[in-house]
């Protein structure tokens, strides 16, 4: 919940203006804003926007519409000082059309397809990696991005998942040394370099997760995997996991 400070002055019953838009700044009309423990509840007009008459004190709302995932907003009245109260903004995500990822850019979500992992391997090494540069692009803000993910896994198990958001290399070989010197392997993949941090929060929605990449995207590919499993150097770590898990999700940002 988000807690808002506001004041307001004597007289006349105060109204607070709420304004709702989704996560791209569009005005939602028919949005439904109610305060707990009250039986009315206010929509929003085509400007997006509820008036809703209160007390001074604590205000707790709950603004959703259908197709989005609602948010709970925390209001602190008060009424000892001079000032009319501002409007709240309430920002509201789509909800996800399916399992999956998606980039939250350029005004509209952007499902991650999943590409399969393929594995090259020798007698001394091991590379997994995709074959195929993605079909998505997507627009970092100063180096970061939000997605939405959509998983029937409860928080507790997705940590079990391991999953990785990994910056992609393309090797199209690779030296390796054997008892007769350096072999040289043919691999045309893109291989997992360095991993990027994020932060992976629940919300109001059983299967939706919002992922926020706070920085680092710079131009390049990169993609979700789970298991590390761009990471391993095992010949046989493929063929421990599900078909499901036998992919990853790229994108490329530009």
Not at 8 to 13: A, E, L, Q, R, V
Not at 217 to 238: K, P, R
Request: glycine share 8%; net charge negative; aromatic share 8%.
């Amino acid at each position: 919940m988000l807690p808002i400070l506001f004041a307001i002055s004597c007289g006349d019953p105060p109204t607070l203006t709420i304004e709702v838009d989704d996560v791209f700044g569009a005005d939602l009309a028919d949005a439904q804003v109610k305060q707990q423990g009250a039986v009315e509840s206010w929509k929003t007009g085509p400007d997006g926007t509820a008036a809703i008459p209160f007390e001074p004190g604590t205000l707790e709302l709950m603004v959703g519409k259908e197709g989005y995932i609602h948010e709970f907003v925390t209001v602190e009245i008060d009424a000892s000082v001079e000032g009319a109260p501002p409007p709240v903004k309430v920002a509201l995500h789509k909800e996800a059309e399916g399992p999956g990822f998606y980039g939250v850019a350029g005004g509209d979500y952007q499902h991650l397809t999943a590409q399969p992992i393929k594995t090259i391997a020798t007698e001394m090494s091991t590379w997994h990696g995709l074959e195929n540069h993605p079909d998505v692009t997507l627009k970092a803000d100063k180096g970061a991005l939000t997605f939405l993910f959509n998983s029937t896994l409860r928080a507790q198990e997705l940590k079990r998942q391991d999953l990785k958001l990994s910056r992609l290399e393309y090797k199209e070989t690779a030296e390796v040394t054997g008892v007769l010197g350096e072999t040289e392997v043919e691999l045309q993949l893109w291989v997992a370099g360095d991993d990027l941090e994020y932060e992976l929060k629940g919300t109001q929605s059983q299967d939706d997760y919002l992922i926020h990449v706070a920085e680092g995207l710079e131009s390049g590919l990169y993609a979700f995997h789970a298991q590390s499993i761009l990471h391993s150097t095992e010949a046989e770590a493929l063929d421990k996991l599900p078909k499901e898990m036998k992919v990853a999700f790229p994108f490329e940002v530009k």
